[in-house]
């Protein structure tokens, strides 16, 4: 995790000179512990951009090559903008201080716990707003509020992210990615094959090819996921036959999900990863990274920290994920 840091003038050659160094270092640290064991990589397509906001689109695809016969002339074929979203980006802010006494008293330990809960929070942030952003989805919702603002969470069509109504931007039919049913072996191996039949904004068929299973922390659903995936024989047929399912699958089980689901449901997600890598289904882009500014504060002589952000989320392609386990959704056919 990138951190721009600042120091106010004086702070060198003030009684809190010698703790600065160390606490910046423990800063950096902390961060980038806790990028690595951060998930948002594994669920959003992540970028940068120097802009207050950018326009998420995609080209449609051509109709493709015709045969012509002999010196034929050659078609003219054509592709178009498809769904336009535009994610504007928020300021995120928060601080610590550490007051003159505690420098004084040399209370290094105590020192590091105020910049160790700094970086805890703004990491766990960054999970919680992913994660309820997500949450939001799974639920139907087009808005979340979050830290008591609302951010859009519909997919570029204008749909939430799980529907039954997306329709291509040029033709087709409309396309379901929210299901009914409940987490199986026959379920994973019927949602992945609609998966495999998503069609283009020209009702072309595409790429999609999921390779994750996101889930929340919930035992018997874990059990039923491992159940499904984790032997190369199937226990309940008769000769344990090879059970197709097993070593293509990575499991994400993100505890933050849990406390934005319904109590008592058991939701489970297919990602394409790489499907949302080429086309931007969940984006997360960060405009400025976390800078870290240190100043005293004259009115209590206390060593202030204070952390900038700028960065958002949302949702743009559907076709990189779809539902099941949910209430109103569509039944998978066979």
Not at 49 to 70: I, K, Q, R
Not at 94 to 116: N, R, W
Not at 144 to 155: L, P, S, Y
Not at 251 to 257: A, D, E, G, T
């Amino acid at each position: 995790m990138g951190i721009i840091f600042s120091e106010g003038s004086g702070l060198a050659d003030s009684v809190y000179g010698k703790c600065q160094a160390p606490i910046r270092m423990f800063l950096e640290k902390r961060g980038e512990e806790m990028e690595k064991q951060s998930l948002l990589k594994e669920l959003f397509l992540m970028g940068n951009s120097e802009n207050y906001g950018d326009m998420l689109t995609a080209m449609t695809a051509m109709s493709g090559f015709e045969p012509v016969g002999e010196n034929g002339a050659y078609p003219q074929d054509s592709m178009q903008e498809g769904y336009r979203k535009f994610l504007e980006y928020v300021t995120w802010k928060d601080s610590f201080s550490i007051s003159q006494e505690m420098v004084e008293d040399a209370k290094l330990m105590d020192m590091k716990k105020q910049p160790g809960a700094f970086m805890t929070s703004y990491q766990r942030t960054r999970e919680k707003f992913g994660a309820a952003i997500y949450a939001g989805a799974m639920e139907g919702k087009k808005v979340i509020t979050f830290g008591g603002m609302k951010f859009d969470i519909t997919a570029a069509d204008g749909e939430p992210l799980f529907s039954k109504n997306h329709v291509g931007k040029v033709s087709g039919k409309k396309q379901s990615n929210i299901f009914s049913d409940a987490f199986s072996a026959d379920a994973l191996g019927r949602m992945e094959t609609t998966m495999h039949l998503f069609k283009g904004d020209n009702d072309e068929i595409l790429d999609v090819a999921p390779n994750v299973i996101l889930i929340p922390e919930l035992a018997d659903l874990k059990r039923d996921v491992f159940a499904a995936i984790g032997a190369d024989r199937d226990p309940v047929t008769a000769n344990n036959a090879f059970n197709y399912q097993y070593g293509r699958w990575t499991v994400i089980i993100w505890s933050y999900l849990n406390q934005f689901i319904t109590a008592g449901t058991a939701p489970w997600i297919l990602l394409d990863q790489q499907y949302n890598k080429t086309y931007g289904g969940a984006v997360w882009n960060d405009r400025i990274q976390l800078a870290v500014k240190s100043i005293i504060d004259e009115g209590t002589d206390a060593n202030v920290w204070k952390g900038r952000s700028r960065f958002n989320a949302t949702f743009n392609d559907f076709r990189f994920a779809a539902i099941g386990g949910v209430e109103g959704g569509d039944v998978l056919k066979g």
